[in-house]
C-alpha cells in the first residue's frame, strides 16, 4: 500500500511517492528520479553529465550516492526514486567514491599551477567540484593521446585535453537540436569528440548553435571570442534577443562597458529552455561596431543627416506622418513593422496605425 502521497489541497495520490534522503522526508511524483528528490531538499549533488534538457545517462560517476539495500552506489540521475527507499548523499562511502573520482578526473585534465584543473574563464564545474570535495591521492597523469581536426569555423573551439567525455555535447546535438553533427570516436584513452570523417563543423550538419558550449561542463567546448580572457567576473543583463519575434532571453554579460560573452539562461526558466540559435549566441559584434548609428539623424534643409535628440527626432517624424494625413488623407501613410521586434512592440506599431492615424495600413515583414 502507498503512503505519504500528499498532494494538491492535501489529498493523497498514487501518482507520489514518499522517501528519505539524509534522515529528511520528501514526496516526489512517481517517476521521478534520487536527483530529482535530491533537488527539492536543496541538497548538493555533483554532476557533470546532466542536463535537464537531455535522457539521463549515469556516464560521469559523480553524482552516486549510498541507496539502502543497494549493494553499489547508484547513479542519483538514472536512478528511479521508489517509495520508501533510503538514499545518503554524503556518506563516507559516497566521499570517498567522489574523491576517488575526482583524482581519476585529474590524472586526465589539465592541471594549474595551484593543482586544480585549470579554468579556461568560462566555467570549470570538475574545478568547482575539487574545491567542494575535495580530492584523493594524486595520480600520475595519463597519456590520452587525442587527434585533433582542423577547425576554422569562428565561433566554436573545442579543446580536447579539458574534455571529460561526458557525452553531454553529443547528446544535446542529437536530442535537443536534432542535428547530430558530432559523436564520440576512438577508444580507450584516446577517445574524443569527433564528426564525420573529422570534417570541420561549417562542413558538417552543425548549425552553430553553441549549445555544446553551454552544456560542456569543463570549458573544452568554448566560443572562440572568450577564449583570450577571463570573463567570469563580468555583470550579466538579462535581456530579449532582437534577431527574431521568437522572444528568446539571453544574457548578456558586459565586462568595461562591453559585452565580451553572451549566454543563456538555465533550462526552464525561460520560453527557449537555455536553447539559442547561432545569431543570438555569436552575433553581438555589432553592439560595438565603428559604423552602428547611436543616435537619431534627422534630415536638413542642405539634404544631409544630422545628428539630433530623440525629442527633436520624434517631433519632426510625427509632424511629416501628420502633414502628409492632412494633405492627402490617413490612407496615404502605411506603417511596415520587422520580425524582428517582439510581439509588444509589434502590437504598438499597428495601435500607432490604426489608433493614432486612423489608416489599416500596417504591415510586418514575418507575413511576406
Known amino acids: 500500500m ?23 522526508a520528501v514526496v516526489v511524483p512517481a517517476g521521478s528520479t534520487v536527483l530529482d528528490a535530491t533537488r527539492k531538499l536543496g541538497r548538493s549533488v555533483p554532476t557533470l553529465c546532466h542536463d535537464d534538457r537531455v535522457d539521463p545517462m549515469g556516464s560521469c560517476r559523480m ?28 556518506s563516507d562511502r559516497v566521499q570517498q567514491h567522489r574523491q576517488l573520482l575526482l583524482s581519476m578526473y585529474m590524472s586526465d585534465h589539465a592541471i594549474d599551477a595551484d593543482g586544480l ?5 568560462v566555467g570549470n564545474r570538475l574545478r568547482s567540484h575539487v574545491l567542494e570535495h575535495g580530492h584523493g591521492p594524486t595520480l600520475p597523469a595519463i597519456e590520452a593521446p587525442r587527434g585533433y581536426r582542423d577547425e576554422p569555423n569562428p565561433y566554436i573551439h573545442f579543446d580536447a585535453e579539458a574534455c571529460v567525455l561526458c557525452n553531454l555535447c553529443v547528446r544535446y546535438c542529437d536530442e535537443v537540436e536534432a542535428v547530430s553533427a558530432i559523436t564520440l570516436a576512438g577508444r ?51 535581456t530579449t534577443c532582437n534577431f527574431c519575434g ?12 562591453r559585452v565580451v560573452r553572451v549566454t543563456s539562461p538555465d533550462p526552464g526558466t525561460t520560453v527557449n529552455d537555455g536553447n539559442l540559435c547561432i545569431k543570438g549566441r555569436f552575433s553581438y559584434e555589432f553592439i560595438h561596431h565603428d559604423e552602428r548609428i547611436m543616435q537619431p539623424l534627422v534630415r536638413g534643409r542642405d539634404g544631409n ?30 506603417f511596415v513593422s520587422s520580425s524582428r521586434c517582439t510581439g509588444e512592440e509589434n502590437y504598438l506599431m499597428q495601435k500607432l496605425s490604426r489608433a493614432a492615424f486612423g489608416t489599416n495600413n500596417c504591415h510586418q515583414c514575418a507575413a511576406t
Request: some cysteine; charged content about 25%; aromatic content about 4%.
Open 2 to 24: 502507498h503512503s505519504g502521497r500528499t498532494c494538491r489541497g492535501g489529498r493523497f495520490t498514487l501518482s507520489d511517492i514518499k522517501l528519505t534522503v539524509d534522515g529528511e
Open 117 to 121: 584543473p585549470t579554468e579556461r574563464g
Open 63 to 90: 553524482c552516486l550516492v549510498e541507496i539502502e539495500g543497494q549493494r553499489r552506489l547508484q547513479p542519483g540521475c538514472a536512478f528511479k526514486a521508489s517509495d520508501g527507499m533510503v538514499v545518503s548523499t554524503s
Open 188 to 238: 580507450g584513452a584516446g577517445t574524443t569528440i569527433a564528426t564525420a570523417d573529422q570534417q570541420g563543423l561549417l562542413d558538417s550538419s552543425c548549425e552553430l548553435c553553441g549549445g555544446c558550449i553551454a552544456v560542456c561542463p569543463t570549458g573544452a567546448m568554448t566560443e572562440k571570442p572568450s577564449r583570450a580572457n577571463d570573463y567570469r567576473e563580468a555583470e550579466k543583463v538579462r
Open 305 to 334: 543627416l544630422w545628428p539630433a535628440t530623440w525629442d527633436h527626432a520624434l517631433d519632426v517624424a510625427a509632424k511629416g506622418l501628420l502633414g502628409v494625413k492632412a494633405r492627402h488623407g490617413a490612407d496615404a501613410l502605411g
Open 246 to 257: 521568437v522572444g528568446c532571453q539571453l544574457d548578456l554579460h558586459v565586462q568595461d562597458d
